[in-house]
């Protein structure tokens, strides 16, 4: 019974990873259109979301300052969820809704791009931050899920939403893996060259 269980998981993380092949390459290759006309104009990049969230943001961060499968210069990209000195502070002394909005306050600039992850697209920390993205003339690529949340209604003209066909949180992280590498794909081939 167990082994079984988990083939399904597999045989349902193929079908919502083919429909999502479906449904999002063109809104995927909008959102690194996005990030290339932000690094070539000297912006950079910030991520931000909770939990899986969070790696999956560090993950993308990672993959830009250092590699993705090729030797390239370091793009510049800041993970929003790594330092706990300032995540506890300011949830301490203001509110855990602002960990991140108060980060990009500080470091978000003009032409600079917010990577929003939130499988549901209601989580009120990322919220924030989109607002205070829009506040500092940011453009916003978002990665949600579900039926995109509350987060589907703050996209301004210009930010992309790349929204997982699916309603299990596990299958839409699995996805916006899948997304992240994608987007650093696109990325480097478009900057860099080569297949």
């Given at each position: 019974?167990?082994?079984?269980?988990?083939?399904?998981?597999?045989?349902?993380?193929?079908?919502?990873?083919?429909?999502?092949?479906?449904?999002?390459?063109?809104?995927?290759?909008?959102?690194?259109?996005?990030?290339?006309?932000?690094?070539?104009?000297?912006?950079?990049?910030?991520?931000?979301?909770?939990?899986?969230?969070?790696?999956?943001?560090q993950h993308f961060s990672s993959e830009l300052l250092n590699r993705?499968?090729?030797?390239?210069?370091?793009?510049?990209?800041?993970?929003?969820?790594t330092d706990s000195s300032t995540l506890t502070s300011i949830a301490?002394?203001?509110?855990?809704?602002?960990?991140?909005?108060?980060?990009?306050?500080?470091?978000?600039?003009?032409?600079?791009?917010?990577?929003?992850?939130?499988?549901?697209?209601?989580?009120?920390?990322?919220?924030?931050?989109?607002?205070?993205?829009?506040?500092?003339?940011?453009?916003?690529?978002?990665?949600?899920?579900?039926?995109?949340?509350?987060?589907?209604?703050?996209?301004?003209?210009?930010?992309?939403?790349?929204?997982?066909?699916?309603?299990?949180?596990?299958?839409?992280?699995?996805?916006?893996?899948?997304?992240?590498?994608?987007?650093?794909?696109?990325?480097?081939t478009q900057l860099f060259g080569g297949d």
């Amino acid at each position: 019974m167990n082994v079984q269980r988990i083939r399904q998981l597999f045989a349902d993380s193929i079908e919502t990873k083919m429909k999502a092949a479906e449904e999002l390459p063109e809104t995927i290759e909008a959102a690194g259109q996005v990030m290339i006309e932000c690094l070539l104009n000297g912006g950079k990049i910030l991520t931000c979301g909770n939990g899986g969230s969070a790696g999956d943001a560090q993950h993308f961060s990672s993959e830009l300052l250092n590699r993705f499968e090729r030797e390239r210069p370091a793009l510049p990209a800041v993970a929003l969820t790594t330092d706990s000195s300032t995540l506890t502070s300011i949830a301490n002394d203001y509110h855990y809704n602002e960990i991140f909005s108060k980060q990009i306050r500080a470091l978000g600039n003009e032409g600079d791009v917010l990577l929003a992850i939130s499988t549901s697209g209601n989580s009120a920390n990322v919220i924030q931050a989109m607002q205070a993205a829009h506040d500092r003339g940011m453009k916003i690529v978002s990665m949600t899920g579900k039926n995109g949340g509350k987060m589907a209604a703050l996209h301004a003209p210009g930010d992309v939403e790349v929204r997982v066909p699916a309603e299990s949180t596990a299958r839409i992280q699995e996805v916006h893996l899948l997304v992240i590498h994608a987007l650093c794909d696109f990325i480097d081939t478009q900057l860099f060259g080569g297949d």
